[in-house]
């Protein structure tokens, strides 16, 4: 098994400057740990909680920002999609094109993704039973396209509140495809605050190093280096400056994941 | 208050004799028992669980089913909408769009379909407190529509389960808009059957009554002449040939109801 | 269908006076609706949130207060037990014992109460389903005793928080024996305030009104003429000037609804 | 901060031999790993889900064969009481007393066995919040006995359904006491088989190994030569046979994750 994969950036993209500034550190911070490592940004927040939270960038400058990531820093990056037709545009500039949860079960949406060849990451509905993603699965891979992640990122446990399911991870990993936890959305409390979701950021290293501990290929989170002041998320990503401890710790727990795997 | 609004048809339209045998029975027994009467159908599932299931007559067809019903039963029409660009043209001829509840924060679906001008009834989606629909709401609103109805269809409870929380139509109600209780979704057990969803069909009356019993304006049920062979949710629609009663059965729960109104 | 069983009083017993003032007026509001009434009081509580909340009068001054409700008022009494050696002595007194939610799976609990040949009240737990209640009532029923009562108090859903499943009433139902809807306690918030429950006092008539419309047998409402400075669950209480309303309208949707009895 | 502790044992005593060659093995396996273990088995199942359960030794003869794995094995022993006049006796023999998740709330049964001055180890019930422990550890407290113990072993999730939320085991660490993962009840199916529970054997080492990550106390591990036959919860014991593999990869874990303590 290869070493963890880091999925990490801001929640959403706020200008190239920003994006630089993350994806260098947290690209210093994966290589001095041997973790693999890609920029996640997001170009587009098409279900915020209420009409008051920021948008993003769009699509256009968003792509362009994720270029300039891509070119100057040289790691893969990722972006959520949120319409058929987004998806081959997407696909010429991002190598991961993620499925975000509530629209994990749009037909349409899962085909012409598929359709791009490019990796697909699908999140798991809040409102979908892990042994329910193969039915996800067998949608995309209809199009050809092999090259699927599947990503736990809570479930509902009664209003406002998530709850991660530790046996999501393997059960899901037995479609054979590589497995994440989402760190950081896993802790968010949707709706908690009135007009925007709440979370619990001291938690995500918590369900981060759980989750590693069972083998898996990938961690998602989100950070920024004042996640207070963030347009989005701020309550459930890790701060910047805390990044190279905890992807320096979670590497030991993979390490030793890896070298004694389960047996589900 | 007005009477009980009942929005019944198939899941999904199968086609123009099919929609009109069910909506002339389903007038005909709301009209008996001093009802309102909505014909529901859908033109395209497109979150089906899997591959395997049908998706349906598609738009152009489906539409052209809908017209006829409007015009030979003189029945106002619903149906479910699931792109933004799909939104204007289904306004020029359904009096009712329907946002699905797993799209219900898709800031885009719900501001192209409230700037339609036609009714908007939006489900709660079953990972979202019904506390949090006033978010929803001033989405539409900001698009200066203010013809919204909201529907209660069961949150999360477990894996492959629902539970209609009977708190939810009270609480929706403080909107100020009508509210409505889905039976039949609410009765669902997504993903409960491996391809397919389950459901169980005999609680949709228990469901029924129980919120028609609240003095709700409206309540949404799916109907087919013979269930198990329906190409979608056969397992919680209702036989149609038991409509006519549990139609009079409910209108009789509204006038109680409506002549005693609760004060939450 | 016997007309509705209305089970009300405080919380818990707080003196002779406080008993017979609430049971008096709750029997005349009862008798002025056509309603059975049976009063309840607990003269301990065994299971507060924290040590800091009062325990209650004890069971010899308890069942003082009790024998003097059944002699003055005329109506039989119900009160919850907690070990298997208090229940030859309730018994005496108290034409009901109930079990509590927490403690229906206790199997020497449930035999000692079966033994005395009084009506059992369990209340379903938290954590049960509907449909593992026979295993409860076979408990019971091992001891000869098949003079059985079942109730719903609301399932866990998430932290905090319950909800009441009205599909629960029509599946404890299919045991024969008669089902009780706790109105009250479904709408608590156990822990929800620190040291002591929360609760949602105005949506205790909203639960009492759907599950009685589905032709139930009882419905449990706890009642205080001041609950807010109640000594327990003032926060789910309804106040005892509200009881009479409430009553003669529960009793319209119960000669409705057993009149018009739900096949399930 | 001191290596693991591992609480093991069948989950019913069978009898004098079958513990002891429990123990022994278990021993063994602790102090090859490294690991301190605990003697864990029951005298009496007093909540079993039906009458048709067995219920074992009693507690004479279940406090001999505690007595006998005591002298000859050496290593502390481990059972759960259900009732206050229990306590007194049971704390003659051992070494920790466990408080059953249903009856976490029960004041009386909490007070008599902090009195024992025993160590008390409380299963959080599967209805409780993990910041409402606080309250029941303040029970105990008040008895002047601070030798506590917190276990999780998963909340309510549906019906028939537990989840094991991993932010459960660092919010009870907040109280300052040892706190401890029961990996094989988490991954109990309650009433999921008719009469009796269901399980998933296969995913207690997945919640074990997530939690000893964290830096936890204790892991709790019921466990038998032949699960399949065991007299109750064998659909979630894990073969006796697996255990030292079992308890040296936990080592491993909890070596790491002692040295790199999770700050929450």
Redesign the interface.
């Known amino acids: 098994d290869r070493p963890l994969l880091v999925i990490a950036g801001p929640c959403q993209l706020e200008g190239t400057d920003h994006a630089l500034m993350i994806a260098s550190q947290m690209a210093e911070a994966c290589k001095a740990a041997g973790a693999q490592f890609v920029f996640k940004g997001s170009f587009d927040k098409?279900?915020?909680?209420?009409?008051a939270g920021k948008?993003g960038l769009g699509i256009d400058e968003g792509l362009k920002v994720m270029q300039t990531v891509k070119d100057q820093i040289g790691c893969p990056v990722l972006t959520d999609i949120?319409?058929?037709d987004q998806c081959a545009t997407v696909a010429e500039v991002c190598d991961i094109m993620q499925i975000p949860a509530?629209?994990c079960?749009?037909?349409?949406l899962l085909l012409a993704a598929g359709e791009t060849g490019a990796v697909i990451n699908v999140k798991k509905?809040?409102?979908?039973?892990?042994?329910?993603m193969p039915?996800v699965v067998?949608?995309i891979e209809?199009t050809g396209n092999t090259r699927i992640m599947l990503t736990e990122r809570g479930?509902?446990?009664?209003?406002?509140?998530l709850?991660?399911?530790?046996?999501s991870?393997?059960t899901m990993a037995k479609t054979g495809y590589p497995v994440v936890m989402d760190a950081t959305h896993s802790?968010q409390q949707?709706?908690g605050q009135g007009?925007s979701s709440g979370g619990?950021r001291?938690?995500a290293?918590?369900?981060a190093?759980?989750?590693?501990?069972?083998g898996i290929a990938a961690v998602f989170i989100e950070t920024h280096e004042d996640p207070d002041s963030a347009p989005s998320d701020g309550p459930n990503m890790i701060p910047l400056d805390q990044m190279p401890a905890l992807v320096k710790?979670l590497m030991?727990?993979d390490a030793?994941?890896k070298a004694?795997p389960?047996r589900?």
């Open positions: 098409a279900n915020r909680t209420s009409m948008r949120h319409t058929a509530f629209l079960r749009q037909t349409d509905g809040q409102f979908l039973a892990p042994w329910d039915n067998a949608k209809s479930a509902s446990f009664g209003y406002n509140t709850v991660a399911d530790m046996r991870l393997p802790v949707p709706g007009g619990q001291e938690f290293p918590v369900l190093r759980a989750a590693v501990s069972l710790s030991a727990f030793l994941a004694d389960l589900v």
